[in-house]
Protein backbone atom coordinates (compact mmCIF):
# COMPACT_ATOMS: atom_id res chain seq x y z
CA UNK A 1 0.00 0.00 0.00
CA UNK A 2 1.39 3.00 -0.72
CA UNK A 3 1.75 6.23 1.34
CA UNK A 4 -0.66 8.16 -0.57
CA UNK A 5 -3.23 5.62 -0.37
CA UNK A 6 -2.93 4.88 3.47
CA UNK A 7 -2.94 8.72 4.00
CA UNK A 8 -6.14 8.58 2.03
CA UNK A 9 -7.71 6.02 4.06
CA UNK A 10 -6.76 7.44 7.51
CA UNK A 11 -8.34 11.17 6.11
CA UNK A 12 -11.71 8.86 5.04
CA UNK A 13 -11.70 7.09 8.46
CA UNK A 14 -11.61 10.00 10.10
CA UNK A 15 -14.02 11.80 8.27
CA UNK A 16 -16.14 9.53 8.62
CA UNK A 17 -16.05 9.14 12.50
CA UNK A 18 -16.44 13.08 12.86
CA UNK A 19 -19.47 12.12 11.00
CA UNK A 20 -20.65 9.59 13.67
CA UNK A 21 -19.59 11.45 16.42
CA UNK A 22 -21.66 14.63 15.19
CA UNK A 23 -24.62 12.48 14.59
CA UNK A 24 -24.55 11.33 18.31
CA UNK A 25 -24.46 14.98 19.34
CA UNK A 26 -27.94 15.56 17.45
CA UNK A 27 -30.07 16.00 20.79
CA UNK A 28 -33.36 13.72 20.94
CA UNK A 29 -35.85 16.21 21.50
CA UNK A 30 -38.78 13.91 21.32
CA UNK A 31 -37.29 11.89 24.36
CA UNK A 32 -35.63 14.46 26.35
CA UNK A 33 -37.46 17.47 28.31
CA UNK A 34 -33.85 19.44 26.82
CA UNK A 35 -35.84 22.26 27.25
CA UNK A 36 -36.14 22.99 30.19
CA UNK A 37 -32.77 23.61 30.52
CA UNK A 38 -32.49 25.57 27.33
CA UNK A 39 -35.10 28.12 28.56
CA UNK A 40 -32.24 29.10 31.40
CA UNK A 41 -29.42 29.40 29.24
CA UNK A 42 -29.32 32.89 28.20
CA UNK A 43 -27.26 32.38 25.21
CA UNK A 44 -29.97 30.03 23.82
CA UNK A 45 -31.66 29.89 20.18
CA UNK A 46 -35.26 30.72 20.69
CA UNK A 47 -36.07 28.57 18.04
CA UNK A 48 -34.13 26.25 19.15
CA UNK A 49 -36.19 25.80 22.30
CA UNK A 50 -39.47 26.28 20.80
CA UNK A 51 -38.54 23.47 18.44
CA UNK A 52 -36.98 20.94 21.25
CA UNK A 53 -40.28 22.06 23.65
CA UNK A 54 -42.81 20.99 20.44
CA UNK A 55 -41.28 18.13 19.83
CA UNK A 56 -41.05 16.69 23.39
CA UNK A 57 -44.60 17.18 23.27
CA UNK A 58 -45.64 16.07 20.16
CA UNK A 59 -48.46 13.27 20.40
CA UNK A 60 -48.13 13.55 24.39
CA UNK A 61 -50.96 14.86 26.66
CA UNK A 62 -49.67 18.49 27.78
CA UNK A 63 -50.58 19.54 30.99
CA UNK A 64 -54.27 20.96 32.02
CA UNK A 65 -53.94 24.52 32.85
CA UNK A 66 -55.67 26.02 36.16
CA UNK A 67 -58.13 27.78 34.24
CA UNK A 68 -59.47 24.80 32.75
CA UNK A 69 -59.93 22.79 35.48
CA UNK A 70 -61.83 25.64 37.40
CA UNK A 71 -63.78 26.67 34.18
CA UNK A 72 -65.47 23.35 33.96
CA UNK A 73 -66.65 21.31 36.45
CA UNK A 74 -68.28 18.50 35.23
CA UNK A 75 -67.10 15.10 36.36
CA UNK A 76 -65.84 13.65 32.78
CA UNK A 77 -63.38 16.86 32.55
CA UNK A 78 -62.09 15.81 36.56
CA UNK A 79 -61.80 12.09 34.87
CA UNK A 80 -60.06 13.24 32.03
CA UNK A 81 -57.61 15.17 34.33
CA UNK A 82 -57.13 12.42 36.67
CA UNK A 83 -55.98 10.43 32.96
CA UNK A 84 -53.28 12.46 31.81
CA UNK A 85 -49.69 11.37 30.77
CA UNK A 86 -47.03 10.67 33.80
CA UNK A 87 -45.06 13.74 31.38
CA UNK A 88 -47.86 15.74 31.96
CA UNK A 89 -47.96 15.28 35.32
CA UNK A 90 -44.02 15.26 36.05
CA UNK A 91 -42.97 18.20 34.02
CA UNK A 92 -46.54 20.50 34.53
CA UNK A 93 -44.26 23.22 36.25
CA UNK A 94 -41.83 23.70 33.57
CA UNK A 95 -44.08 23.35 30.94
CA UNK A 96 -45.93 26.55 32.31
CA UNK A 97 -42.63 27.87 33.09
CA UNK A 98 -41.86 27.50 29.29
CA UNK A 99 -44.68 28.84 28.19
CA UNK A 100 -44.33 31.68 30.57
CA UNK A 101 -40.49 32.41 29.06
CA UNK A 102 -41.31 32.34 25.93
CA UNK A 103 -44.55 34.77 26.00
CA UNK A 104 -41.57 36.99 28.23
CA UNK A 105 -38.63 36.57 25.36
CA UNK A 106 -40.51 36.96 21.91
CA UNK A 107 -40.65 40.62 21.50
CA UNK A 108 -36.92 40.31 22.21
CA UNK A 109 -35.83 37.86 19.56
CA UNK A 110 -34.27 38.76 16.75
CA UNK A 111 -34.38 37.15 13.02
CA UNK A 112 -31.73 34.72 13.74
CA UNK A 113 -32.94 33.97 17.00
CA UNK A 114 -31.07 35.39 19.28
CA UNK A 115 -31.95 36.96 22.79
CA UNK A 116 -31.21 39.80 23.61
CA UNK A 117 -29.80 40.10 26.48
CA UNK A 118 -30.54 42.04 29.62
CA UNK A 119 -28.10 44.46 29.37
CA UNK A 120 -29.56 45.14 25.73
CA UNK A 121 -32.67 45.04 27.03
CA UNK A 122 -31.98 47.62 28.96
CA UNK A 123 -30.33 49.59 26.82
CA UNK A 124 -33.68 49.40 24.47
CA UNK A 125 -35.69 50.78 27.50
CA UNK A 126 -33.79 53.95 27.94
CA UNK A 127 -33.16 54.53 23.94
CA UNK A 128 -37.42 54.33 24.30
CA UNK A 129 -37.89 56.58 27.44
CA UNK A 130 -35.22 58.76 25.94
CA UNK A 131 -37.25 59.68 22.85
CA UNK A 132 -40.74 58.97 24.82
CA UNK A 133 -39.34 62.35 26.83
CA UNK A 134 -37.77 64.12 22.97
CA UNK A 135 -41.07 63.78 21.45
CA UNK A 136 -43.37 65.36 24.70
CA UNK A 137 -40.55 68.20 25.06
CA UNK A 138 -41.34 68.58 21.27
CA UNK A 139 -44.83 69.35 21.94
Excluded at 7 to 15: K, R, T
Excluded at 65 to 79: D, G, L, R, T, W
Excluded at 85 to 114: C, D, H
Aim: glycine letters at 4%; one cysteine or more; a positive charge.
Amino acid sequence: MSNQSFLAAVILLLCFSFSLHGQAQQPDYGKHPHWIKMMDDPNVNYFEAVKAFETYWKGKTKPVEEKEVFSNYNQQKIVTIRKTEREAKEYAFEYKKFLYWQQQVLPYVQPNGRILSTEERLQLFEQEKKERQRRSKGQ
